[in-house]
T-cell receptor, first 111, second 116 residues
Framework: GIQVEQSPPDLILQEGANSTLRCNFS?????LQWFHQNPWGQLINLFY???GTKQNGRLSATTVATERYSLLYISSSQTTDSGVYFC?????????????FGAGTRLAVHP | KAGVTQTPRYLIKTRGQQVTLSCSPI?????VSWYQQTPGQGLQFLFE???????NKGNFPGRFSGRQFSNSRSEMNVSTLELGDSALYLC???????????????FGAGSRLTVL
């Protein structure tokens, strides 16, 4: 099956700093989503981005499908950005809604 | 527009018991998926239902089962609970799952199960 690797596993930032989170996947995919899991466990969808670039406020994401990686950029980080960021992928043969998750990047933003 | 609603949010069971978790998808969404999250295994796919039919299934024992009703609400059941079943169970819904853009999964807040 598809392997999903996220890096770095842990990240500590000062408020206001920028960061880049990476997601590598081992096979072509039809679905790629980035999620933020808050301290209460809720997974919040950030981007649906199987290819291309999208921006939403201080967050942006780029997926280069041909090279099998995706990047999540966080600019001017805030303490509320703390939590775990997951990348998840799926491909048609495995079922569109059968997402394979990476292990996540745990982000801590300090004031 | 209401989000994905999961009940109960927290529950404690003992080994050997069974548990039923409920998920109400976003209005109009027809696909419901279930995931298990544990510290050791991370987030793992359990199964997906669409129009009352199980369309995909993950690699879990038969003690884990589910169903979907005609109004798209879904339940999952775990029988003969084991300590290792302690986890956060997350439900997600999407419109259909076969069309780009309609395939965005929206997750509920989860049901946290503790097995003693």
């Amino acid at each position: 099956g598809i392997q999903v690797e996220q890096s770095p596993p842990d990240l500590i930032l000062q408020e206001g700093a920028n960061s880049t989170l990476r997601c590598n996947f081992s096979d072509s995919v039809n679905n790629l989503q980035w999620f933020h899991q808050n301290p209460w466990g809720q997974l919040i969808n950030l981007f649906y981005i199987p290819s291309g670039t999208k921006q939403n406020g201080r967050l942006s994401a780029t997926t280069v499908a041909t090279e099998r990686y995706s990047l999540l950029y966080i600019s001017s980080s805030q303490t509320t950005d703390s939590g775990v960021y997951f990348c998840a992928v799926a491909r048609i043969s495995g079922g569109y809604n059968k997402l394979i998750f990476g292990a996540g990047t745990r982000l801590a933003v300090h004031p | 527009k209401a989000g994905v609603t999961q009940t109960p949010r927290y529950l404690i069971k003992t080994r050997g018991q069974q548990v039923t978790l409920s998920c109400s998808p976003i209005s109009g969404h027809r696909s419901v998926s279930w995931y298990q999250q544990t510290p050791g295994q991370g987030l793992q796919f359990l199964f997906e239902y669409f129009s009352e039919t199980q369309r995909n299934k993950g690699n879990f024992p038969g003690r884990f089962s589910g169903r979907q009703f005609s109004n798209s609400r879904s339940e999952m059941n775990v029988s003969t609970l084991e300590l290792g079943d302690s986890a956060l169970y997350l439900c997600a819904s999407s419109l259909t799952g076969r069309t780009s853009g309609a395939n965005v999964l929206t997750f509920g807040a989860g049901s946290r199960l503790t097995v003693l």
